[in-house]
């Protein structure tokens, strides 16, 4: 197995990892419902299934 042949300091390591954080996912609203949902991605309002502002599945009473 390999060994580090020195001890990594605690700045060195911290450096390495600032790319490593989370992201916040951009956000839009929908011009047909108002709701606020994420982009590229279908969303549910009230039982109904919308992509970009066009009703997908309709609810169905049973």
Do not use: F
Not at 17 to 44: E, N, Q, S
Request: net charge positive; hydrophobic share 30%.
């Amino acid at each position: 197995m390999a060994h580090p042949k020195r001890k990594v300091s605690k700045a060195r390591r911290d450096k390495r990892r600032t790319h490593d954080k989370a992201t916040m996912p951009t956000l839009a609203k929908c011009p047909v419902t108002g709701t606020v949902h994420i982009y590229h991605r279908a969303y549910w309002v009230d039982g109904d299934l919308y992509y970009k502002g066009k009703l997908l599945i309709q609810k169905t009473e049973a």
